[in-house]
């Protein structure tokens, strides 16, 4: 049996069951060849937690393809996201899309206003009339999965300054709950990020008053905050403890005792050891240890301060050999991974904590190339954010005439901001250039998908 067929069998055999989701209560696994959208503001826009979704079903279901895109534009409130529904989201051809939105909606400044609390019910009740037409598009839907997510949250409890819009997060939540209800209405699924970043931004705080998930503006989760949104995210999609291989020996016996997610094969005793050949269904899930995006300085790895277990819960790659005497050697390959103790193979470890090991590699050049069908997806979502937020206002949407240019030129002598992404216009105002990116985006993903198959490695145990 080729690698590739005893893959695709594994998986099968493992793909979690895809029902009914509970109300409000978890989000069904996605599924051969659905098309994602998440749609929302520049937390969207900007940040990871979509891309590291993908990259989990990347590396651990290989065989099963997907396909996600990033839907945010930057500043939106739902009307800016309902005007650009159609053009944006549903061009897209999605079968399953996530709607979050809210921080915009609730304001900033006028929190430290003098009649703040009349200004938190006048912008409660903009979104939830806005919302609802939201809710009416969404419901005019036909074929399409429908997950409502509650925002990650405005940090109103850090001290890592003064600077803090008193009880804005609480005006979110408030939309949250409206969402939630909304969701169990009309049978959609839902997830909450606000509370538990709150409570895991709370916990840290405890000892260290001035950490936070959210970057510098309390307002766009660092790269380990958009870890934890995926880590919600893929929680809720039940994928927590799926192991990516769980191997078990008995080295006195050679018999293998488990073989889960994983084919194991040629098992020997050796003078001065054990060997065995494993081919794993999965890759592990690699965490970035680098900061990527605008304004973020943190990577996805420390996520692990937060969440301790992330790493066993969304990657363990289990070894347990049982029936050994002393120290032995662990080799992959041919290279060397640790030196480890009979008791502590008796107990198991996880490979995946080792990122020299061959299948770890494999699956940090899977990431590499996601993060870079990220950034060039990025250069669609600045243009995005131009043309939905300044030319589709002044009446040249998708305009690629040299009167829209002229307007745009114009629009940018009163906003800095916009002057800022001229460069970004005059590359993606021309459909040749977006054909151009698209179509690298798409030669990266199928590179993903073939580099992505895991391969058959030898494990060598020897004494020491």
């Given at each position: 049996?080729?690698?590739?067929?005893?893959i695709r069998?594994?998986?099968?055999?493992?793909?979690p069951c895809v029902c009914t989701p509970v109300q409000s209560q978890g989000i069904a696994p996605f599924r051969k060849d659905d098309r994602v959208t998440f749609v929302g503001n520049s937390i969207t826009d900007g940040g990871h937690y979509h891309s590291y979704i993908?990259?989990?079903y990347m590396t651990h279901f290989p065989t099963m393809r997907v396909w996600m895109a990033n839907c945010g534009v930057g500043g939106d409130t739902a009307k800016e996201i309902l005007a650009r529904f159609d053009d944006d989201v549903l061009s897209k051809n999605p079968s399953v899309l996530t709607f979050t939105f809210g921080m915009n909606d609730t304001g900033y400044y006028e929190y430290n206003g003098a009649d703040s609390a009349a200004f938190a019910r006048r912008k409660f009740e903009e979104a939830k009339q806005l919302f609802a037409l939201c809710e009416e598009k969404l419901k005019s839907l036909k074929g399409i999965r429908t997950v409502m997510i509650g925002t990650s949250p405005?940090?109103?409890t850090s001290t890592f300054n003064n600077d803090v819009f008193v009880r804005k997060n609480d005006n979110m939540q408030r939309i949250i709950a409206l969402q939630k209800e909304t969701a169990v209405r009309n049978g959609w699924e839902f997830l909450d990020f606000n509370a538990p970043m709150v409570a895991l931004n709370m916990k840290q705080q405890e000892t260290d008053p001035t950490f936070t998930l959210i970057g510098t503006d309390r307002i766009h989760p660092d790269n380990d905050g958009h870890a934890v949104m995926a880590y919600l995210f893929l929680q809720a999609q039940g994928m927590v403890s799926k192991?990516?291989?769980?191997?078990?020996?008995?080295?006195?016996?050679g018999k293998v005792t488990k073989s889960s997610n994983c084919r194991i094969s040629k098992v020997k005793q050796t003078s001065d050891g054990f060997q065995f050949d494993c081919l794993a269904a999965s890759l592990p899930f690699p965490l970035d240890t680098i900061a990527h995006g605008w304004g973020f300085s943190r990577s996805a790895a420390q996520v692990t301060k937060t969440i301790p277990s992330f790493i066993n819960d969304l990657s363990d790659e289990h070894l347990t050999v049982k029936g050994l005497h002393g120290n032995h050697e662990l080799s992959i390959d041919?290279?060397?991974?640790d030196t480890l103790s009979a008791a502590t193979l008796q107990r198991g470890i996880n490979l995946s904590v080792y990122r020299h090991t061959p299948q770890y590699q494999q699956a940090l050049a899977v990431m590499a190339l996601n993060e870079t069908r990220w950034e060039v997806e990025r250069r669609?979502?600045?243009w995005a954010w131009v043309n939905y937020d300044f030319m589709m206002p002044a009446g040249f949407l998708n305009d690629n005439s040299e009167r829209a240019a002229q307007k745009f030129r114009e629009l940018c002598k009163d906003n800095a901001w916009l002057a800022s992404k001229r460069g970004t216009y005059d590359q993606m105002v021309r459909p040749e250039v977006r054909e151009a990116y698209q179509q690298e985006m798409n030669c990266l993903v199928e590179q993903i998908y073939k580099l992505n198959k895991p391969r058959k490695h030898r494990f060598l145990l020897r004494k020491l």
């Open positions: 049996m080729n690698g590739n067929r005893l069998i594994l998986f099968l055999s493992l793909m993908w990259l989990y405005y940090d109103q192991k990516v291989a769980d191997m078990e020996l008995d080295a006195k016996s041919g290279i060397v991974i669609f979502r600045e």
